[in-house]
């Protein structure tokens, strides 16, 4: 009867892929998979052949898995940052200076980008503000700015939905203030 011992010894002894020899001294692995092992060169050189398909299906379920890992890394990351669509800078996070919702088109541009169509190629400033993304004119009035707002908001735009929200809340906007009460 074996012992669980004797099965221990047993599975540190290696055996060769191609003429079956057990013992110590198998020790060549295969190059690719480093699955199999063979007691010399020659028996590697002999038994690639009658390896190659098995070797190829393990390296490429070894990459499945290695992708699928480093998806589940990605996944867990948090988003990047955004650009400026306009000049690709790393915007600074919205709630502070440096950045500008447009409630035209919905992006998030830098500044630069934002004050840079307020003058022509000459200097001279120009009178009708557009978006620097979409060129749309800027609104006139308070009240069509906040139907573009309302329009994003209607369009599951986040931003757009806070915006309203700081509106409400601080009375801005010709909004109501919203009074809390404890």
């Known amino acids: 009867m074996s012992t669980a011992d004797d099965k221990d010894d047993d599975s540190d002894v290696s055996k060769c892929a191609n ?9 060549n692995k295969c190059n690719k998979c480093k699955q199999v092992m ?11 052949h009658k390896h190659k398909k098995e070797c190829e ?3 490429r379920i070894a990459a499945e898995r290695a ?27 919205l709630e502070s ?6 409630s035209c088109c919905g992006k998030v541009i830098c ?12 200097g001279n400033r120009v009178d009708e503000y557009k978006c620097p993304f979409c060129r ?12 573009r707002e309302k329009k994003r908001v209607s369009l599951d735009d986040p931003i757009a939905i806070y915006n309203l929200g700081v509106y409400y809340f601080n009375g801005k906007m010709d909004f109501h203030k919203i009074i809390k009460r404890l």
């Open 19 to 27: 003429c079956g020899k057990e013992g110590h001294e198998v020790n």
């Open 38 to 48: 063979y007691c010399n060169a020659k028996c590697k050189k002999k038994h690639r």
């Open 57 to 59: 299906e393990h390296i």
């Open 67 to 93: 992708a699928e890992i480093h998806d589940e890394k990605l996944f867990k990351q948090p988003p990047p940052e955004e650009d400026c669509p306009i000049c690709f800078i790393r915007l600074p996070p």
């Open 97 to 102: 200076e440096g950045s500008q919702y447009m």
């Open 111 to 122: 500044c630069g980008c934002a004050y840079a169509p307020v003058y022509d190629n000459q």
């Open 136 to 147: 749309t004119e800027m609104p006139s009035s308070r009240k069509e700015a906040v139907e």
